[in-house]
DNA sequence: TAACTTAATGGACGATCGTCCATTAAGTAT
DNA sequence: ATACTTAATGGACGATCGTCCATTAAGTTA
């Protein structure tokens, strides 16, 4: 068995990948209603018959990007999230940190992310996968509040670490727009000391 | 000059508006891809050559249908503001109040907008009318941040009136996006008495 | 009523669109 | 080397797409 990365002839996982890195970019440079195929396999060079043959059609092209896409968002978080140990607080920190990042948040993502939106509703296939910055996502932030709600004894700790994980997502998603719309002006320093302000306004002792 | 209302066999304003209304329904239904001429002119009841007479053309309409939107949205919230006063805090909560009633935020509502959220970013005719929630709320929150910002000499009141606009804007975007994916398991409730955290975390004297 | 302006119609048009398949090529097993 | 399986190609296909215009109708002015 050679390595073979050079001059592979036939690669269908490379290829099928390489399919969707082009949808994607496709969909960050003109939306999804102007991304086609022709324009997709141009950008991938590779041939027509492709999508058909490794997707079975557009639709399940665009699901699969818009999974691919999920991923990528997620594992950035996760990677951050890994590095800062166990402690609740700097989970919630390493989130926002990396949800602001410039590695996560730039114009291709959020146009990615919100042209996917605008499709989610009506494209079963899509909207599966694009929850609400991903129920991954929310569990680990749920749980992260959930244990230092314990220390405020004066609140429902179930009430308090709902709010503020559906706060929180909120916010972000918030920031996420507001970058889309307005990407020069936008400010990650502002945007995170905004959400400082949020948790820190449900859970003094801690943020 | 009569009234006529009942038997107009022309009515260039008035086919004009059943144009945009079909678009808007259309685009609630099966989004902005497959809103195609032909699907909205069967909605409206008028004739194909309508929508080059009346717009010049598809772009067009659809940005005209943005405007609408976007203006149905504004008055909407802005009923809600002209009933209270000019207390600034009433005023905040006007606009809270109203941007999470029923009465704009449903499902109709959260598809159209994130439809054109989606194709904003590549479509410049409708990024000009569908800003983060406008300009003018934006600056109708503004304004009544600032008066109530006034009120915490520990703060610098510009600093703290542009976080809390920048906050309760995002804030509610987010809330959108919630019930945009999630219609059945969203709550009014819910979501107010988290922006009432917010900015009672921002204000606690006012809020 | 006649002449004129504006609104509305709906089909024809070329230009895409996405799908699919007959064909060729590459890789594997016998 | 041969037979076989899987990958890749690219053009043909019917089905739409949005635009536009020749024609008809409605309303207005003279």
Redesign the interface.
């Known amino acids: 068995m050679t390595a073979q990365v050079r001059t592979k002839k036939r690669d269908p996982k490379g290829n099928r990948s390489t399919l969707i890195r082009a949808t994607l970019e496709s969909i960050s440079?003109?939306?999804?209603?102007?991304t086609t195929v022709s324009r997709i396999i141009e950008k991938a060079g590779l041939s027509r018959g492709m999508v058909h043959l490794h997707f079975g059609g557009k639709t399940q092209l665009l699901a699969a990007a818009a999974q691919a896409f999920s991923d990528e968002y997620y594992f950035g978080i996760d990677r951050h999230v890994q590095k800062v140990g166990h402690a609740p607080e700097r989970i919630i920190m390493a989130v926002v940190t990396a949800d602001l990042s410039e590695e996560l948040l730039n114009?291709r993502a959020?146009?990615i992310l919100?042209?996917?939106?605008?499709?989610?509703?009506?494209?079963t296939g899509i909207?599966e996968v694009?929850?609400?910055r991903d129920d991954r996502l929310r569990d680990m932030i749920r749980a992260a509040f959930s244990k230092i709600a314990a220390d405020y004894p004066d609140e429902d700790p179930d009430v308090l670490a709902?709010?503020a994980t559906?706060?929180l997502?909120?916010?972000?998603?918030?920031?996420w727009?507001?970058y889309?719309?307005?990407p020069n002006a936008f400010s990650r320093e502002?945007?995170k000391?905004?959400v400082c302000?949020?948790i820190?306004?449900?859970f003094p002792d801690h943020f």
Do not use: K, P, Q, Y
């Open positions: 440079e003109v939306g999804i209603t102007d114009e959020t146009r919100h042209a996917f939106r605008g499709a989610a509703s009506t494209h909207a694009s929850g609400t709902r709010d559906f706060g997502l909120a916010l972000l998603e918030g920031m727009s507001d889309l719309l307005n502002v945007a000391s905004i302000r949020f820190g306004g449900l």
